[in-house]
């Protein structure tokens, strides 16, 4: 819940925002035009997301990911997402989204990864006569060639 938690902000940036409008709070009791205060608000002061974790929790995640997936209870040495979400949300205590995920590692230098070999149980053979007798057929239009009708009851009506 966002509203609880104080809208979802840090205490820091709660008193940021704070002093913000107390600043602007003095100025038009000192007199100054509504217009020139709002028109300062409305310069940008910076991105409006800082980081979600920090460089220390960020280290602290690579740690926990440099165990690899079966060592954090997953069935498999594969990396997703999901997982990585996962594990954000029991060892950080921060819930993230898919893409802020994704976000976040790239932002430090992670990328998704190609396997580096293929299945033992890849048979070329049958990818290529899939490819030659099943995708032709897959790919192919379900409309007949030829002008259509756009009415159920005449069919060849023009």
Do not use: C
Request: net charge positive; glycine share 10%.
């Amino acid at each position: 819940m966002r509203y609880p938690e104080g809208g979802g902000l840090t205490a820091e940036r709660r008193a940021f925002r704070e002093g913000i409008r107390l600043q602007a709070g003095g100025r038009f009791a000192a007199g100054e035009k509504t217009a020139v205060i709002g028109m300062e608000a409305l310069r940008s002061a910076g991105p409006a997301n800082s980081p979600t974790i920090t460089d220390a929790q960020f280290a602290a995640l690579e740690e926990e990911l440099g165990t690899g997936p079966s060592a954090q209870g997953f069935d498999d040495e594969r990396w997703t997402l999901a997982r990585v979400q996962t594990v954000i949300r029991r060892r950080l205590q921060v819930t993230l989204s898919v893409p802020t995920v994704w976000r976040l590692l790239k932002r430090h230098g992670w990328s998704w990864q190609a396997p580096a070999r293929r299945a033992l149980e890849h048979d070329e053979h049958a990818v290529e006569l899939w490819k030659k007798e099943v995708w032709p057929k897959v790919k192919a239009s379900r409309r007949p060639p030829g002008h259509g009708s756009s009415s159920r009851t005449r069919p060849d009506s023009p």
